[in-house]
């Protein structure tokens, strides 16, 4: 086969985000878009000649041409094998297990996410190491230098089409290909942590669950595992499909998208456990009947009973959370007589402490949770975690929660997502944020005085890196937070993030309505930010 070398130049734009490469998916099907990204990872790796790539993603539309570009590509390249999802599908959990599985040079993930899909949709790419996690700044910092120096890029011409439907080896030049079954691998994997005879158990007991895949990755992971080797009832996991526009819906498991779900878990006759994951399957949002877990809950939930579960009977090293999370696992951890580590938001800051064995759980209140089993958040494992211990405990997920508020108090947390505004307005009351800040000190509001402000940094204590300009934070007394952040992972405007928390010890107050508690400061919120001010919005888009 001939290897070509295609000119090219710089394309503007290909910075990596907290989680790749995220644009529409008419930005990466114009000419050399995908092809130049893709050799721009390259071109930062070093080493890589004969070693082995995974290779796969979340089935959103334009997933299975992008990996026939990037196939042509990687044997180009020199990569000397590839392991492809069937279908093209590997959920992100599943790929970095596939990649620490195999002792992969790394693995080029196919994904946007929980962003919606389809032609009009979202597109994104990440490239993750040989640990199984995503890449660190150093080497994304990298990868978007190249971009911008780029002048050609290699590819193999060939015209045919590898066929992903059918488990099987290919050959590319002088590259092996390999589509195989990840979702085989995953459940052998799982089957490692928890104690699958107890789950079968509770649901063979007339337990009912509801797990919405939403069209996305983990329908098939979710079908097998749930359904097939758990038992539970065929039709506990509904639209388990992957559709490339996920069925025209929203792939993110939160109140407000996961709506289908949300109406099953407060209607009549709930099932016993709901649980949504997003479209690569790294997300998780955990219901009971009529009751709400928040992910914040839910980190510190699982950090407190780990010991029934057999991956993690025997202690936690330490636990991880993002910055904007709320403290409630921090509690957890002090009475564990285990660390705790507060980092800047993006998954790829816990790799460091989980390589070093300094954490075994991490958490964000972005519905992320995940541990030392791969390098990635992972929803489906997060579901299992609840199930097994429902399974012990023998209690409904209301009584566990409370019960864990009884002993630890409450954390009352909600964060509100003004998602699409007018970047330059973002940026507005983030400067205007910034200006206040020196003057908050000491100053009282709605009975809560400021304690302290910054913009959050982190000095990674593993590798001694640096990572500034992570989050505005207001501290008050009573562990009250409000903080203001611009994500990453959005394709268009700006989403402008603010988190408000507030702790209670007090029992007669954990069941109060959260946005009814944190009312007084959601509202010095929007006025110390001026938010309907600047952006126009007398709303969120999102609340959680």
Known sequence: MTLQIISTHPIAGQKPGTSGLRKKVTVFQQPHYLENFV?????????????????????????????????KMAAANGFGRVLVGLNGILSTPAASALIRQSRAFGGIILSASHNPGGIEGDFGIKYNMGNGGPAPEKITDLIYQCS????????????????????????????????VNSVLDYAELMQQIFDFPKIQALFHSGFRICYDAMHAVTGPYAKFILEKQLGAPEGSVINGMPLPD???????????????????????????????????????????????????????????NAHLVPGYQHGLAGVARSMPT??????????????????????????NLLDAGKVTLCGEESF????????????????????????????SVSEIVREHWLKYGRNFYT???????????????????????PLLSKQCFAGYCV??????????????????????????????RIIFRLSGTGTEGATLRVYIEAMSNDNAEHTQDTQHVLAPLIKVANELAKITELTGRTEPSVIT
């Open 39 to 71: 050799q721009s990872i390259f071109n930062a790796l070093d080493n890589f000649q004969g070693t082995t790539l995974v290779l796969g993603g979340d089935g959103r539309y334009y997933n299975v041409e992008a990996i026939q570009i990037i196939l």
């Open 415 to 437: 964060r509100h997502d003004y998602e699409a505004i007018d970047t330059e307005a973002a940026h507005r009351v983030m400067a205007h944020l910034r200006q206040q800040m």
């Open 326 to 351: 709320s403290a409630a696992v921090d509690k957890v951890a002090e009475t564990l007589g285990i660390p705790c580590f507060e980092t800047p938001t993006g998954w790829k800051f816990f790799g």
């Open 368 to 395: 992320g949770t995940g541990s030392n089993h791969v390098r990635e958040k992972d929803g489906l494992w997060a579901v299992l975690f609840w199930l097994n211990i429902l399974a012990v405990k023998q209690q």
């Open 451 to 480: 304690q302290h402000c910054d913009d959050f940094s982190y000095r990674d204590p593993v590798d001694n890196s640096l990572s500034e300009n992570q989050g505005l934070r207001i501290l008050f007394d009573h562990q009250a």
């Open 246 to 304: 996920f069925g025209g819906g929203h792939p993110d498991p939160n109140l407000t998208y996961a709506d289908e779900l949300v109406r099953i878990m407060y209607g009549d006759n709930a099932p016993d456990f709901g649980a949504a994951s997003d479209g690569d399957g790294d997300r998780n949002m955990i219901l009971g009947a009529n009751f709400f877990v928040t992910p914040s809950d839910s980190i510190a939930i699982l950090a407190a």
């Open 148 to 179: 911008q120096e780029i002048s050609h890029y290699r590819m193999i011409k060939n015209e045919t089409f590898i066929d992903l439907s059918q488990l099987g080896h290919h050959r590319l030049g002088e590259m092996h290909i390999e589509v």
